[in-house]
């Protein structure tokens, strides 16, 4: 079992930055894909980011690719999501998921385990 704790969501400005953290608990998760995916409203969850379980490596969202920087820390099952260059389109509601599957997956389905999520606004 794993829960997941985002923070560090709020209200910039567009242009500014903004870096979410999230915290997992009840089990290491060293092992598993820690993906951020976002909802606007009206809009389907997207993927936005995932650091891929025991190596680390990184894939982006076209739309997020060059302006957010995905990194976990394994020892303290953390993981955050540095948001730079933030724009009107980012702003919605965050959420840090956990994926125990072999491979790797941007789709919101594949992921076992969510946190509560955090709100980012962004204004112009």
């Known amino acids: 079992q794993v829960q997941l704790v985002e923070s560090g969501g709020g209200l910039v400005q567009a242009g500014g930055s903004l870096r979410l953290s999230c915290t997992a608990s009840g089990r290491s998760i060293s092992s598993y894909h820690l993906g951020w995916f976002r909802q606007a409203p009206g809009k389907e969850r997207e993927f936005v980011a995932v650091s891929k379980g025991n190596s680390g490596a990184e894939w982006y969202a076209d739309s997020v690719k060059g302006r957010f920087t995905i990194s976990r820390d394994f020892p303290k099952d953390t993981v955050q999501l540095e948001m730079n260059n933030l724009e009107s389109g980012d702003t919605a509601v965050y959420y840090c998921?956990?994926?125990?599957?072999?491979?790797?997956?941007?789709?919101?389905?594949?992921?076992?385990?969510w946190g509560r999520g955090t709100q980012v606004t962004v204004s112009s």
């Open positions: 998921a956990a994926d125990g599957g072999r491979s790797w997956s941007i789709q919101a389905e594949r992921y076992d385990y």
